[in-house]
């Protein structure tokens, strides 16, 4: 404090006396050490669940229990032989590949219709282009529970029950306006003057869609992918309803039905299988997680 | 804008017919590329929802036809003791859960603000339960957590506290799913982050010229500035509190167990519409979900005048 004024000028040969911000850097160091501990001991109990999972994964299922450390000297590989086994005569192989056509098959739909139909609110003037906007952002806070009932009537009188459609019809019609909500926000903020060139050029709306708006939709277009995965991925009340038969069932179903028939006896495996069943998540956070991150932030700025 | 753009250049090159025909050709553009939400929005959408208001007038089982009942269902509802646990369950859930976890989620965005680095790894290290939270798999590592003997009961009893398991304990198993809520903060968390980044450096350089410390920037500065983005932060969350579905329904074995505690109002409706086939008792629980959704949205909206603050600028 002493070396703020005066001195500085009087002895400038002196370095620890001549800075005047040596004090408040000081200062800054001793901050900055306190948030880095502060942040990282609540990373470590945020994260705790998470790595307790992972260990438990590879702890034999009598260890689990009874211990709350994360390290283990009997670590193996058995719970995941146990849980890769699969279950109801079913391998956990062919789970993996049914939420793999499944969460394939809604990233195709939702992005497909999402673009399509954001293009339309963000670009196009026509009657009636508001009102049906402000109806889907009220979809938007629709609680899905009121539709589940007639839709699985509609399904069942159809034969549909048992098959994939009701679970992927609902993503290439956008009946999930989240995305189509995300697209039409970053549509805005795309400068309009290209379109109003390419319309003085003659290019009509199909034009301006594929060779102007998709390339520049990039980012949106990977965010909106990586969620609809991961959505579908953890979507359970969905198959839940609709299918039936275990060769179908999509993970989180299997997993219902592996912790049913243990019944919670082997606690290893069944941690196996959920880890197992979260790794895609996992992967696809740590590759993209700058997408999803500022997907998520940008839903909510422009609210 | 683009519409009075082209049609100023148009007249100047080509007729003055061509505004009207670019007008037609839009409409028609539009709705072709709005079909897609279009046919969901009428098929998947405004479709059952009337078709389920409908069936909340009758009896149905899904086997014989639908049998108009009136009001039967609503009035049975509110003399049905389990429906009337789950509401308390539900409820007991939006209204300690949602302040908690947008409180976890503001302090720690507020904390993250500091940061002069390191913070893209902290923001996504606290987003990742958000991704994995209301999953299957999160919720059977839950139930062992908290069930006797597991890290949690193990962990507090280190402290004295002795509580057992809170899986089969009817009056922890709220706590329990509080915390799985409060857990996944990282989403109303990375928002509020945002916001808080869009709030303009001067107001609090200028306040610190006035003498105002910490508290005084938070509540003058901050909360005013934020308030807007802790509306959408609430709003969204409270209506995603009432849905809470696949966590309740993995750790009670589908069942809202024990003794009804963990009975969310969709489990019941799941029950009741796909156990007992009553979809017309099961569409009047939908409606009346929708009912009180929406009139919590109105209040929102009412009551957000008096405290969000929307500033000027438009973007």
Not at chain 2, 58 to 81: C, H, M, R, V
Request: charged share 10%; net charge positive; with cysteine.
């Amino acid at each position: 404090m002493t070396t703020l004024s005066p001195p500085t000028q009087v002895r400038p040969s002196a370095a620890t006396e001549y800075n005047p911000k040596a004090d408040s850097r000081a200062a800054k160091r001793t901050r900055s050490i306190v948030f880095h501990a502060l942040s990282l001991a609540l990373i470590a109990v945020v994260l705790y669940p998470a790595l307790w999972m992972v260990s438990s994964a590879f702890k034999p299922s009598s260890e689990i229990i009874g211990n709350s450390s994360i390290w283990s000297s009997n670590f193996s590989l058995d719970n995941f032989v146990t849980a890769m086994g699969g279950i109801g005569g079913v391998s956990t192989a062919q789970f993996f590949a049914n939420s793999v056509v499944l969460a394939l098959g809604s990233v195709i739909g939702t992005v497909l219709s999402a673009t399509v139909s954001a293009y339309a609110f963000a670009r196009i003037k026509f009657p009636g282009r508001s009102i049906f906007f402000g109806m889907m952002i009220a979809t938007l806070l629709l609680p899905f529970h009121v539709v589940i009932i007639p839709q699985y009537i509609i399904f069942q009188q159809l034969g549909l029950v048992d098959t994939y459609i009701p679970l992927l019809i609902g993503k290439f019609l956008a009946a999930d306006a989240f995305f189509v909500f995300l697209m039409v926000q970053f549509m805005r903020n795309l400068p309009r003057e290209l379109d109003e060139a390419a319309i003085i050029d003659g290019a009509g709306h199909a034009r301006i869609f594929c060779s102007i708006m998709l390339p520049l939709m990039k980012p949106a277009l990977i965010s909106s992918s990586i969620f609809a995965f991961i959505w579908s991925w953890n979507d359970f009340l969905g198959p839940l309803l609709y299918l039936n038969s275990p060769e179908k069932y999509p993970l989180p179903l299997a997993l219902r039905l592996f912790v049913d028939q243990t019944q919670s006896s082997d606690y290893g495996a069944m941690i196996a299988m959920s880890v197992l069943a979260l790794l895609p998540v996992l992967v696809f956070f740590l590759i993209f997680q700058r997408y999803i991150v500022e997907g998520v932030s940008t839903q909510g700025l422009k609210g | 804008m683009t519409q009075t753009l082209t049609r100023h250049r148009g007249t100047a090159a080509a007729p003055p017919a061509r505004a009207p025909r670019r007008r037609g050709a839009d409409t028609r553009a539009g709705y072709t590329f709005l079909l897609p939400w279009l046919l969901g929005f009428i098929l998947l959408t405004v479709g059952p929802m009337l078709s389920s208001l409908y069936l909340s007038f009758t009896n149905y089982n899904l086997f014989e036809a639908p049998k108009w009942i009136g009001l039967d269902n609503y009035t049975s509802l509110f003399q049905d003791e389990r429906f009337l646990q789950s509401v308390g369950v539900t409820l007991g859930y939006v209204v300690f859960g949602t302040p908690l976890k947008l409180a976890a989620a503001l302090a720690v965005a507020l904390l993250l603000n500091n940061a002069t680095r390191g913070q893209g790894f902290y923001r996504s290290a606290f987003y990742a339960p958000s991704l994995i939270g209301a999953s299957v798999s999160i919720a059977i590592v839950w139930k062992a957590m908290f069930g006797d003997q597991g890290p949690v009961d193990q962990g507090l009893s280190f402290f004295g506290i002795n509580l057992g398991g809170w899986v089969g304990n009817p009056s922890m198993t709220m706590p329990m799913m509080i915390l799985l809520t409060v857990w996944q903060f990282g989403a109303p968390m990375v928002i509020f982050l945002a916001g808080l980044k869009q709030i303009p450096q001067e107001l609090y350089e200028a306040a610190s010229v006035d003498g105002a410390g910490r508290f005084r920037k938070f509540v003058n500065i901050t909360f005013p500035m934020l308030s807007p983005v802790v509306f959408f932060n609430l709003l969204l969350e409270t209506i995603h509190a009432f849905q809470i579905f696949a966590s309740a329904y993995i750790i009670s074995n589908g069942e809202g167990g024990p003794a009804g505690s963990t009975l969310f109002y969709t489990l019941y409706l799941y029950l009741r519409g796909f156990s007992d086939f009553r979809m017309g008792y099961a569409s009047a629980m939908a409606w009346l979900l929708v009912i009180v959704v929406g009139v919590i949205t109105l209040i929102f909206f009412r009551t957000s005048k008096s405290w969000v603050h929307y500033s000027g600028d438009s973007k």
